[in-house]
């Protein structure tokens, strides 16, 4: 059960149940799972708020709902996602998923296109803020040709 991905305790605790197995059981597995590291909700919740912030495919928020939908504390959720996504490097995180998404065409030229993915970088989790701030950014200048 442990080996497809890492689990939350959660997670253990609630296939357990679902197998059948008592109560007291599931208590005492899961404490021998967390005695020998197996199950370690800490470590979980940073290694997989890193690697998203490494994807760049999702921002914080859509980090940190994901890890509470497993079932990772609130307060745990929060300092993991803190600590993968300091505040310092949020534009460049934004930029690389920016890159990520827009793909071979790079960034739309027109409006709507910028539009379209701005909505796409704020639905997987990027502070809205800061999409704006891009949008803005990537608005073509005076006279720069943009149809209105």
Do not use: K
């Not at 967390?34 to 800490?42: G, I, K, T």
């Not at 890159?99 to 989790?125: C, H, K, M, N, T």
Request: no cysteine; aromatic share 4%; hydrophobic share 35%.
């Amino acid at each position: 059960m442990l080996a497809a991905r890492p689990l939350t305790e959660r997670e253990v605790r609630r296939r357990l149940a679902r197998r059948g197995h008592a109560p007291r059981e599931v208590e005492e597995v899961l404490r021998r799972l967390a005695e020998l590291r197996f199950v370690d909700d800490e470590r979980l919740a940073y290694n997989l708020a890193q690697r998203r912030a490494e994807e760049a495919r999702r921002g914080p928020r859509r980090v940190r709902e994901e890890l509470l939908r497993r079932g990772v504390p609130a307060e745990l959720a929060e300092r993991a996602v803190r600590n993968a996504f300091p505040s310092g490097t949020e534009e460049e995180l934004l930029a690389r998923a920016v890159r990520r998404l827009a793909g071979r065409g790079g960034v739309p030229g027109d409006r709507r296109g910028r539009e379209r993915l701005a909505r796409r970088l704020i639905r997987r989790g990027f502070p809205t803020e800061a999409v704006l701030r891009w949008l803005e950014s990537a608005a073509p200048q005076e006279g720069g040709g943009e149809d209105v």
